[in-house]
Each structure stands twice: as structure tokens, then as C-alpha cells.
């Protein structure tokens, strides 16, 4: 775990002294224990003050320089004259005459971060102690706590890598996202540490602290790998490092990178080792990247050269100790063989191997994650601007990101929604139905969704937008995040609902007296002194309404296509064709209809009155266009592997050539029509191609001379 | 043309199926009420929502034509009045409409309506027709 708090990096057994302690005893503790300084308790363990090194020196008198010399003195020369008093006089000083009686404290629960703190904006301040509420000493910090926090770094990074491990495994964003943040944390620590560090011991830490602008800086990997083996080699005894890797296929190393202090020898060695090629097992970086393991050489000089194959070229330059270690990536596989060299024997430093290959390990984590939160940045930066409002979520919708646009559109802020659900925030107000198909879309199906959703603002305002769901995949074909691209659309959609309301109220306008008329005629018709002439106009006034009641329903059923709105049902097909020709031989007696159906299950599922109204028109213009005597329509619905295919063929005559081109179009009626059917709107297969192209279906005709026509549906399922 | 609103004659072959006409449509409830008297039905006929609500209560007739556009008290608000009613509960009501197929799907969702007879669809005849089969005569 993470230094969290204070607890978790400070000394818990403390020595204390009471006030009334002689001052020499006290610094004879210090000294011994080579404490920098020790609390100081009452009878009941509360604090009373601190005394520390810096107390001792700070006395007035100013022959009492250092306590340790001091006490050298007591210890070694006989009382002096002169000193005598002063020495009285320290013997009968206590604790609490130089002691601080108001010391800096840190309760329990302070965070790292502010143990940090304390010590980087207090000098001189060492140590501090760590109390509870009843202000008893639970514990003391001081800056070598902090140190040895450090040194725990290799395992600090193994931590995060197991994370990101585990991010990699369960492949969620977030997760990720909370890697990077860990590993940022790490090492905003370290330079933090590094910044209170200063003038502390601590060798690897100084060495750490000036890799640490250089992989800053560095692009990738390889650099930042460079820039390591370059500060080691200019800061160390090692004074010649080299990068190994793979060279052309998998089998074979060579040297990519080599750096050392401007050195004749070491020069010549590193062109030497320029030349070779390492088989895997071969060598010493051979034998490590096989291995996986560091490999330490008091004196690759003396070494056979079968162990060492460059060992003449080692004692010709002068080389003698060598390390190297492996630098592994996330799935412990090789990613390059690191070797450093001394040109002095030296015995294994195991401090400096865990070091340095810690170091190394942790930068292939930190070039992964940092080049993905680089894509991610970008990522904001180009979403974040855009003018589009746009979403990114888990696939279990809980909210990765929303850009500017969004925030204005919603009213919410990014912080606001994050890690929430859209239905917690703007959404949940359109049906369960609605909502289950989409997810049906978008997660079963995976495949992108559009569609107006009426959404309420954090101000409570509802309002209409349009939404394009893309659910984003990874290589396994798994969903990685959804991406929503959408629009507010309210203004459109009240437009809509006026334009919708306006039509309904003029439908209703327009069919009440049309129906009455025809009403009224109809029983006029009946009356019993009519002249044959009469009865003769009265049809004819009646033929006139009745086909301006099928333009107005016409008009209607137009203004009704396209809209997103509508209801869908399943309904059976086969069913409502029977009715469609029940209908169709009332009015067309002399016409033969047959009916074929093949496979199980016709059912469609879409607006079941508009989808009507296509089967409607073409069986209708199929049995009022059939041959004059022998008409005959034949209706077809068959199961195909990917649909339904709806069919409505008749014995007409063959649909002109020219007029083929122009069959769907609105208001055209070919002069076939006109000779077959005296009244006719002129929007019949316009509106059927109309509804089709709203519903995704496709329709078309086949038309030949003893042929006769037939028009063809394709209902995808 | 006879003064519409006054005809009101029971013909003698008079089975006491009594209809109530909710229309506001004059000369539409005028041609619907001549053709079923003639049939032999008794018929009320109401010209707004709040009339025809009260025909209806107080006279329980065996059918109702119900417009749904109406003035004073609109056609479904009429029927939900009437289902509070006891009676009303199980009276036969055929909801008489010029609307169309998508808008009445969505005026009529959670009503119990039997039947819903679109008017454009019907020629005078046989709504006639479809009455006496209704109320089997």
C-alpha cells in the first residue's frame, strides 16, 4: 500500500524524557541513540514540548557548541578552569530550559502529503511527533522516515504494475485511467520526496533525482532507457553502459545503444562491442535475456572468454566490473538487456542492483500509461473543443467524459456526471420499451444507434435531442466504451409537434364535412323522386368527394412518413394481408385474388397502420389495373433467409417504358392509370415508397408485355 | 330541408333499443339519427360532451355513438364520466371518429373502448348495418 498517512511511515516506539530530566542525560540519549531530537511527557504521557539537537547547539553560551563534542570533553579532559562554572551549570540544567514547549505536531490522521510538508517548509524542523486527540505520543517522523519511504520505491512500482495488470485484464477504462493516476501519485511523490531529500545521504536517491528531468523529457522508452544508462555513466563508477535488444528476428541481440565517459579505452571497448552479435543464451547480455535475471562480475577482465566472450577486449580497455540486468515489459517478457561497466573491480552492490533495474522496470510502465494519457489529453483536447456535444461511457454506462458542448447542452458539469449514469442525470424520461431497444441495439448488437430522446437539463427544463450511440469494440470484439454524438433538437421537434398538430387539426377540419357530405348523399340518393339525371349528378358528386377524402387521407398518411415517433408492434402479416383483400374484392368484385404464403412465423414488427397502408396501395392497384375481363391479382409473402418478401403481382397490361422511370413519383399518374381508373390521387406508390424508404424496406417492380406487373417489398428482419 | 332538430317520430314496429348520437356535426347527427329511426330505434342525439354525458346517465341507453372532438367536454373525457358510472361500467359505446388510425391509437390508449369506428371508412349504410347487428335485431 501507499503512505497514506502519517501512520504508516513514522517510528512507533519513542524514547521520551520528562521535563525535569538533566539536560546532559538527555543528550547523552541523543547521542547514543543518535536521535535528532525526542519528545518530551508529563506524568500522563501528554507532550510537553520537544528538545532536539538544534535546542543543544542554540544555548546561549557559546563555548557550548556541539553536545557530542561535549560530552568528549566530560568524557576525556579533567574539569578545566574556567570552564567550571559553565560546566555547573550544565549540570543542573533540565530539559525543560532549553527544551521548545510548543513543538510542530502531527495529529494521527495526517496525510503523507502533509508529513511531506511539514518537513519541506520547515527546515530545521526534526523530528516531529505524531499524537492522538488526547494529545499522547503515539509516534514520532523524521526526515529518514521519509527516506526509507523511498527506498521502498521498486516496490511501489511492482504494486502499480500489478494494477495495471489487473487493468489490462478486466480491459475497463476507468481502471486504467486509475493506474495512471497511481502511478502519477508515485511519482509525484518521489520528486517530492526528492525536493526534502536534499542534503540528506542517500546515493540512489540523488542518482534518482537527476534521471528524473530526463525521463521527463524523453519521447519513449528507448530514450528514457538512454538518458538512465547516460546519468549512471556520468554520476557512478559506471562508467560504460550498453542497451541490448533484439536485433532483425527475435534470436539474435546487438548492442542499440551505448554510452560511457569521454575515455579512450572505453570508447575502443564499445566499438568492439559494436561488432557482435549476441545469440539468445549467448554472452552476458545473452545469457540475462534468457535468464531474466541480473548478472553481477567483479572482473569480466579475468574471466575466460567463454563466459565472457568480449573478456580479451574487457582487459585490453581496461574493464573490470559488470552488471546487467533485464528490462521486462508488463508480460515479463524481454524488452532489453542493460549492461554497465567499471573500470575497477568491485564486489556486488546489491542496493545499487535493485536500484537501477527498479528504475528501469518502472519506466517501461511509465512510457505505457504516459503515452496513453498523452492520447488521452489529445483525445480531450480534440473532443473537448468540439461543437458537437459528445459522451464517452463504460458499457455499463457509467459516464467516462462529456466535452464542453455537452456540459452547455445538459447543464451539467464534468465533475457533476462522472462515474454516473445518464438515467441518474439527464435521462430515464422515454419508455422502458424505448430504452430496452436501444440497449438491444448497442450492447447486444453492438452496433450504433440513432434516435431523438426527450431528456430533462439540470434545471429541470425537458428538452429534445438526437443521439448517435457507437459502441467502440476492442481486438476480442468486446465493447470498450460507448461514444455519443448528439444534438438538441427541441426547436426542430416543436416545429414537429406543431406541423403534426396543425395537420391533425386540418385533417379533422377537412374529413368532417367530406364525410358528412357523403353521408348526406348517400341517403339523398335513396330518396324515391329523383330523376334518372338526378341520380346521374348525385353520383357524380359523390365519386368527386369520395376521391377528395383519399387525397386528404393521401396528404395525411404523407405528413405522418419519416417521423420517429410512431408507435411499433408486432403484428401477424399474414392476418392483415387477409384483411387487405377482403377489403380489396368488396371493391373490386369481378377481380380473382389469390393469396400464397411460405414458412412459419410472418410476423413484422414496425407502425402496423403505415405498413398497412404499403400492402393497401399496391394490393389495391394490382387488382384495379389487373386485365379488364380476366383480372386476376396474385399476393405473395415468402420467408427468405434475411426478411420477407411481399409480392402483388397482376395480369395488366405492361407499364409503359417511359413511365417506368417515373412510376414512384409524387403526383404522377401514366396514362394507363388515367384510362384505368378516372379518379386517382397520384400519390398511391409514392407513398408507398416513401413509407418503405423510412422503414428501411426496399421496393421495386418487374413490368413486361404478357407478363403482366408485379411489385415487390423486402422487409429486412 | 325540414327543420332537422324537430323530426322525431317512433315508428310503430318500435323495438325499445334506444341509441344516443354525440355529435356535434349537425347534418352528420341529422343523417345517422334519420337513417336509424327509420330502422325502428329510439333515438336522443346530444350536440357537445357535457349533453351527451347527461343523456347518457339518465337514460342508459343501449348504444352510444361517441364523437371524440367535441365542444363543452371532450369525447373521451364523456366516456371516462361514463365508466364511473354503475351503469356506465359495461355500457356498449362506439367511439365515432373523423381522427386517424395513428392519432386515435394514441387518444384512446388506457380507455376501454369496444369498438372505434373511423367514419372515413364508413358509408352511412352501413354503420346502419352494423348497428342492428350489434344490438341484434
Redo the contacts between chains.
Keep these: 500500500m501507499n503512505p497514506k498517512t502519517v501512520k504508516d511511515i513514522m517510528t512507533k516506539e519513542v524514547v521520551s524524557v520528562f521535563p525535569e530530566t538533566s539536560l546532559l542525560e538527555a543528550a547523552k540519549i541523543l547521542y547514543n541513540n543518535r536521535f535528532t531530537g525526542m519528545p518530551v511527557i508529563d506524568q500522563n504521557g501528554i507532550l510537553v514540548g520537544i528538545i532536539t539537537e538544534y535546542d543543544l547547539i542554540s544555548m546561549e553560551s557559546e563555548t557550548l557548541t556541539h553536545i557530542p563534542t561535549l560530552q568528549k570533553i566530560f568524557q576525556t579532559i579533567p574539569a578545566g578552569e574556567g570552564h567550571e562554572k559553565e560546566i555547573e551549570k550544565l549540570f543542573l540544567l533540565k530539559v525543560e530550559d532549553v527544551m521548545n514547549p510548543d513543538p510542530l505536531v502531527l495529529s494521527g490522521d495526517a496525510t503523507f502529503e502533509e508529513t511531506v510538508n511539514i518537513f519541506k517548509e520547515h527546515h530545521r524542523v526534526n523530528p516531529v511527533p505524531v499524537l492522538d486527540d488526547q494529545k499522547k505520543i503515539i509516534g514520532i517522523v523524521s526526515r529518514s522516515d521519509l527516506v526509507k519511504f523511498f527506498t521502498e520505491f521498486p516496490v511501489t512500482l511492482k504494486r502499480v504494475k500489478t494494477f495495471a495488470e489487473q487493468a489490462t485484464a478486466e480491459k475497463t477504462g476507468s481502471l486504467v485511467e486509475k493506474s495512471v493516476a497511481l502511478l502519477e501519485e508515485n511519482y509525484q511523490l518521489v520528486s517530492k520526496i526528492s525536493e526534502i531529500g536534499q542534503g540528506e545521504s542517500g546515493e540512489h536517491f540523488t542518482l534518482f533525482n537527476k534521471m528524473i528531468p530526463a525521463i521527463t523529457r524523453a519521447r519513449n522508452l528507448d530514450q528514457a532507457l538512454a538518458e538512465v544508462v547516460k546519468i549512471v555513466c556520468s554520476s557512478t563508477n559506471w562508467v560504460l553502459g550498453e542497451i541490448w535488444a533484439h536485433h532483425g528476428n527475435k534470436l539474435f541481440l546487438r548492442m542499440k545503444f551505448a554510452w560511457s565517459t569521454h575515455d579512450h579505452e572505453l570508447e575502443k571497448f564499445i566499438n568492439y562491442s559494436r561488432g557482435f552479435i549476441f545469440a539468445l543464451g549467448e554472452g552476458m547480455p545473452g545469457r540475462i535475456w534468457l535468464s531474466k535475471k541480473p548478472e553481477w562480475e567483479n572482473d569480466v577482465s579475468k574471466m575466460s572468454v567463454s563466459t565472457f566472450l568480449r573478456a580479451k577486449f574487457a582487459e585490453e580497455c581496461n574493464i573490470k566490473a559488470a552488471f546487467g540486468f533485464p528490462v521486462l515489459d508488463d508480460r515479463d517478457s524481454v524488452i532489453a538487456v542493460i549492461v554497465f561497466f567499471m573500470q575497477k573491480a568491485s564486489r556486488k552492490d546489491e542496493g545499487f542492483v535493485r536500484f537501477i533495474s527498479a528504475v528501469a522496470n518502472g519506466l517501461n510502465l511509465f512510457f505505457r500509461y504516459k503515452l496513453l494519457e498523452e492520447r488521452t489529453v489529445l483525445l480531450r483536447s480534440a473532443i473537448g473543443s468540439s461543437s458537437q456535444s459528445i459522451l464517452i461511457s463504460s458499457p455499463d454506462a457509467e459516464i467516462i467524459f462529456i466535452n464542453k458542448a455537452w456540459e452547455l447542452m445538459t447543464g451539467y458539469s464534468f465533475d457533476e456526471v462522472v462515474g454516473k449514469n445518464p438515467s441518474e442525470l439527464w435521462g430515464g424520461h422515454m419508455t422502458n420499451d424505448f430504452y430496452e431497444k436501444l440497449w438491444q441495439i448497442i450492447k447486444t448488437e453492438k452496433k450504433p444507434f440513432s434516435g431523438e430522446l426527450e431528456n430533462v437539463k439540470k434545471n429541470g427544463v425537458k428538452y429534445w435531442q438526437e443521439s448517435h450511440i457507437t459502441p467502440i469494440l476492442d481486438e476480442y470484439g468486446e465493447i470498450k466504451f460507448f461514444m455519443a454524438i448528439a444534438a438538441e433538437i427541441t426547436e426542430k421537434k416543436q416545429k414537429e409537434q406543431f406541423q403534426d398538430e396543425f395537420v391533425?387539426i386540418i385533417?379533422?377540419q377537412l374529413?368532417?364535412p367530406?364525410?358528412?357530405i357523403?353521408?348526406?348523399i348517400?341517403?339523398l340518393s335513396k330518396s324515391t323522386n329523383l330523376t334518372e339525371e338526378d341520380k346521374e349528378k348525385i353520383k357524380n358528386i359523390y365519386q368527386q368527394n369520395k376521391s377528395l377524402?383519399s387525397f386528404v387521407?393521401d396528404l395525411?398518411?404523407l405528413s405522418?412518413t419519416g417521423k420517429n415517433n410512431?408507435?411499433k408492434e408486432k403484428f401477424d402479416f399474414k392476418f392483415e394481408i387477409h384483411m387487405i383483400l377482403g377489403e380489396v374484392q368488396d371493391h373490386n368484385p369481378e377481380v380473382k385474388l389469390n393469396f400464397y404464403t411460405e414458412g412459419e412465423d410472418l410476423s413484422i414488427s414496425t407502425?402496423k397502420?403505415m405498413a398497412t397502408q404499403v400492402f393497401s396501395n399496391l394490393i389495391y392497384n394490382a387488382a384495379e389495373y389487373a386485365d379488364k375481363n380476366r383480372g386476376e391479382v396474385k399476393v405473395k409473402i415468402a420467408k427468405t433467409e434475411d426478411g420477407l418478401l411481399f409480392s402483388s403481382h397482376n395480369n395488366g397490361p405492361e407499364i409503359a417504358e417511359e413511365d417506368k422511370s417515373k412510376i414512384f413519383s409524387k403526383l404522377f399518374r401514366s396514362d394507363m392509370a388515367k384510362e384505368y381508373k378516372k379518379s386517382g390521387t397520384g400519390l398511391g406508390l409514392f407513398i408507398v415508397k416513401t413509407i418503405c424508404d423510412s422503414f428501411g424496406w426496399n421496393v421495386w417492380f418487374e413490368s413486361g408485355a404478357g407478363r403482366g406487373t408485379t411489385f415487390y417489398v423486402k422487409i429486412p428482419l | 330541408m325540414a327543420d332537422i332538430d324537430t323530426i322525431n317520430i317512433s315508428p310503430p314496429n318500435l323495438i325499445y333499443k334506444t341509441i344516443l348520437i354525440v355529435e356535434d356535426e349537425d347534418a352528420l347527427r341529422w343523417a345517422l339519427k334519420e337513417n336509424l329511426i327509420k330502422e325502428g330505434f329510439n333515438v336522443l342525439d346530444a350536440k357537445n360532451g357535457q349533453e351527451g354525458l347527461d343523456f347518457a346517465l339518465k337514460n342508459h341507453p343501449d348504444l352510444i355513438f361517441l364523437d371524440l372532438v367535441l365542444p363543452k367536454m371532450f369525447g373521451l373525457d364523456v366516456l371516462k364520466k361514463i365508466r364511473e358510472d354503475d351503469w356506465g361500467k359495461n355500457a356498449l359505446v362506439v367511439v365515432l371518429t373523423s381522427l386517424g388510425n395513428g392519432e386515435l391509437e394514441k387518444q384512446a390508449e388506457g380507455f376501454s373502448v369496444k369498438d372505434f369506428l373511423q367514419k372515413k371508412d364508413w358509408k352511412l349504410d352501413e354503420v346502419v348495418k352494423w348497428v342492428k347487428h350489434k344490438l341484434e335485431y
Design positions: 391533425s385533417g379533422h374529413r368532417n367530406l364525410i358528412t357523403s353521408w348526406l348517400e341517403w377524402s387521407e395525411l398518411m405522418r410512431l408507435t407502425n397502420s
